[in-house]
């Protein structure tokens, strides 16, 4: 499903990022759309919590100020890095802006004029719509150099025009109104513009299209990233043997590199869930039943006409709603990235404790200092900085996830300004993400360890022994096997002691006399080494 003419051929990537299901990273927006931002500039910072628009556009010097206070005294602040209370705005900024052009106020306004016109451009295309004749290609070129050339001061006239209106999404009518007033086309139809609609129409399109674009452009392929990082730990080290701790004490033993492939495979089922998620949209008026449609033009089928609109953006049509669209997609896709990061902290940890077991080591770099009074030390910050960052992600997407969804009568506005923190969740989602990226770049295993963990743990094999027990008849196998372990030293002599005085059969004591902690690893090794093969069956194609 393409995105329709939503964007011109000239300027897109036909690989659409808002086609649906969501799968890949692709180049849907121009580069002066990604490229707006002076990411470099430390007062060019968004927050979905708080933002201030700089960016490229060095003439202007608008500087936001706020007020810091102590208990004798304020002063004012400019806003920058140092200063923002958001720290994905400051500290952060360098490893999640390219979240920017989707999740920021400017692009929830971007997305707002995409929408508007779009409509617009809709109500040109009914033949019923006489007051609304078919665009010629000079009026539709002008329209999508609206969308296409959207800049910074475009953003920050819609702004301005904001501070009078008080109502944000009046400002984005009023601003193509005043843009539009000199095209001798569309100056005759201005009030087409925002034609029949709540703010609401326009709002859950921009807020389904800056998710698919945050999704496609940054989130999923980071996530596809950190799935194969993963996945190539499994297989590098899918024949190295390791202890296992179930409650953490000694158990069978596996091989480091399954322990990873388990990670990897329940990562990628969740990525497969988020990518198969549709984004609805609607655009039924005020309380969704086409009340002002029908009142101007009785003889339109407008259900379809709404489907065919929001379907042209490369969403799914949801076709029964209050005044807004009910968010039970956003629920169930904020909840599934809520579950993708629950693995991952799962996965930080355990690498967090093989770390401290001395399993793996940490490869240092050059001026880094691990701790300020311990020279010795080289911490796991990596690791601990993406858990950290994966329970503030949680927290933010688990409210916004059982929040919206809910909404009282036909419309409370409850939801617009939790909506506002979409940004903050999946911005602390991809820091993280990058975090555990960069943690497993500095690993190296320890397999001398690794070996002598297992070397201190014969006790281990007292499963295959009273397993091989049970299949030739030895009474009570279990019962023997936990005199000789349970509370007791447990070494290499006293298993093959035990063994040689077993009576069954010479093969198969044999093949026990043989075995070590590090050999009795199962199918441990060819686990590991076929993840990719599971990985691909479980989407059915290879996507990563």
């Known amino acids: 499903m393409e995105l329709g003419p939503t964007f011109s051929a000239s300027s897109v990537n036909k690989a659409m990022f808002l086609s649906a299901p969501i799968t890949q990273k692709s180049n849907l927006f121009p580069n002066s759309w990604l490229n707006l931002l002076n990411f470099s500039s430390p007062t060019r910072k968004i927050c979905s919590c708080r933002a201030i628009a700089k960016g490229s556009i060095n003439s202007l010097k608008i500087q936001e100020k706020v007020t810091g206070m102590s208990s004798d005294h304020s002063q004012d602040l400019e806003l920058s890095s140092l200063t923002a209370l958001c720290p994905l705005d400051g500290r952060y900024w360098g490893k999640v802006k390219e979240l920017a052009p989707f999740m920021s106020e400017y692009g929830l306004i971007r997305f707002r004029i995409l929408v508007e016109i779009k409509w617009l451009i809709k109500m040109s295309q009914i033949p019923q719509i006489v007051e609304v004749p078919s665009f010629s290609e000079g009026a539709l070129a002008f329209l999508q150099d609206l969308i296409d050339g959207f800049s910074m001061n475009d953003a920050l006239e819609v702004k301005k025009i904001e501070r009078v209106t008080n109502h944000d999404v009046k400002a984005v009518e009023y601003f193509l109104k005043q843009r539009c007033q000199s095209h001798p086309e569309i100056s005759k139809v201005l009030e087409f513009f925002h034609f029949a609609c709540t703010s609401e129409d326009i709002n859950n399109l921009s807020h389904a299209l800056m998710l698919k674009g945050a999704l496609n452009t940054v989130i999923l392929p980071v996530m596809d990233e950190l799935i194969r990082a993963i996945c190539d730990m499994a297989t590098a080290h899918s024949s190295v043997p390791m202890l296992s701790r179930t409650h953490g004490q000694p158990a069978s033993p596996t091989t480091l590199g399954k322990e990873m492939a388990i990670f990897a495979y329940r990562l990628n089922r969740e990525r497969k869930e988020i990518s198969q998620i549709e984004m609805l949209g609607k655009v039924a008026g005020a309380v969704g039943n086409y009340n002002a449609h029908l009142a101007a033009y009785p003889e339109i089928n407008w259900p379809e006409i709404a489907e065919e609109f929001v379907t042209s953006l490369g969403l799914e049509f949801n076709p029964y709603v209050p005044q807004i669209e009910t968010h039970d997609y956003m629920a169930k896709l904020f909840h599934s990235i809520v579950q993708f990061n629950n693995i991952l902290v799962d996965f930080d940890r355990d690498v967090w404790g093989y770390i401290s077991l001395g399993y793996f080591k940490q490869t240092t770099k050059a ?178």
Request: without cysteine; aromatic residues 4%.
């Open 367 to 544: 001026g880094e200092i691990g701790s300020s009074t311990m020279p010795h030390k080289v911490n796991p910050i990596d690791f601990e900085n993406s858990e950290g960052n994966l329970g503030v992600a949680n927290g933010d997407l688990s409210h916004l996830s059982t929040k919206l969804p809910i909404s009282r009568w036909q419309r409370d506005l409850t939801d617009s300004t939790v909506l506002r923190n979409m940004g903050v969740g999946l911005g602390h989602s991809l820091l993280a993400y990058r975090s555990a990226l960069q943690g497993i770049q500095k690993l190296q295993v320890n397999e001398a360890a690794l070996a002598e963990d297992l070397d201190k743990t014969w006790e281990v094999l007292a499963e295959p022994i009273q397993t091989v027990m049970r299949r030739y008849g030895v009474p009570e196998p279990y019962e023997k096997l936990k005199e000789l372990t349970r509370g007791r030293t447990v070494n290499k002599e006293s298993i093959r002691e035990f063994i040689q005085k077993l009576d069954i059969p010479v093969d198969a004591k044999t093949s026990l006399l043989n075995m070590r902690p590090h050999s009795y690893i199962g199918a441990a090794a060819e686990l590991a080494k076929n993840v990719n093969e599971a990985i691909n069956l479980v989407n059915g194609v290879q996507i990563l």
